[in-house]
Each structure stands twice: as C-alpha cells, then as structure tokens.
C-alpha cells in the first residue's frame, strides 16, 4: 500500500501562487504514477494534473495550463503542484492520487491511492 498525504493548501488572494506537496509512503514511490484533482462544493471532482514514475512526462487540464506545474522528487517521495495566477475558480479541496497504470490517467478510477485533501480558497 501507498499513504498519501497532501499539505501546503490555505487561503490565498486572487493572482496569488500556492505549491501543494504530496508526501507519500509505503511501497516504492517510482511504482507510481501521480495525479493530482480538485473537488468544489456541489461539484464532481476534476482532474487537474499528471505526471509520470520518473518525471519526464507530464500533462494538465486544460483550464490550468500555463498557471500550474507538477513536478515529483523521488528521493524524497513527494510530488508538487506549483500554483501560480491564482482565480477564485480555482476554490477546491485538492487531493493527490497515485496509480499502476500506464499512460496519461486521467481518470479517478485510475487511481489505487488517495490522500486526504488539502484546502485551496482562493479570494477575490
């Protein structure tokens, strides 16, 4: 198994940048694929961004691209989500995910793991 725990989310204003960390133990983290989603109030939860078990390929929503950037270090099993141009759109619990399967994993039901969620509001 994989424990997944998510901080650095707070309440930023508008414009504002926030980096999200996820910490992860257990197996060995270069198993993993790593994803990150956002839940809003009322809202499903979204896929936000992906990156690979080494690092080399990465991939993003589209309403995120440009503003926000994944990156892992695996000698120290963590996985960041580098948050820039903040807008009050981006108000969710986000969790991080880690996953087996192969290729971009878009999807929730791709992932075998989650962390508990970290909060991200974003003022106007």
């Known amino acids: 198994q994989v424990q997944l725990v998510e901080s650095g989310g707070g309440l930023v204003q508008a414009g504002g940048s926030l980096r999200l960390s996820c910490a992860a133990s257990g197996r060995t983290f270069t198993d993993y694929a790593v994803g990150w989603f956002c839940q809003a109030p009322g809202k499903e939860r979204e896929f936000v961004a992906g990156i690979s078990r080494g690092g080399a390929t990465t991939y993003y929503a589209d309403p995120v691209k440009g503003r926000f950037t994944i990156s892992r270090d695996n000698a120290k099993n963590t996985v960041y989500l580098q948050m820039s141009s903040l807008k009050p759109e981006d108000t969710a619990v986000y969790y991080c995910?880690?996953?087996?399967?192969?290729?971009?994993?878009?999807?929730?039901?791709?992932?075998?793991?989650w962390g508990q969620g970290t909060q991200v509001t974003v003022s106007s």
């Open positions: 995910a880690a996953g087996m399967a192969w290729g971009q994993l878009r999807g929730g039901w791709q992932y075998d793991y």
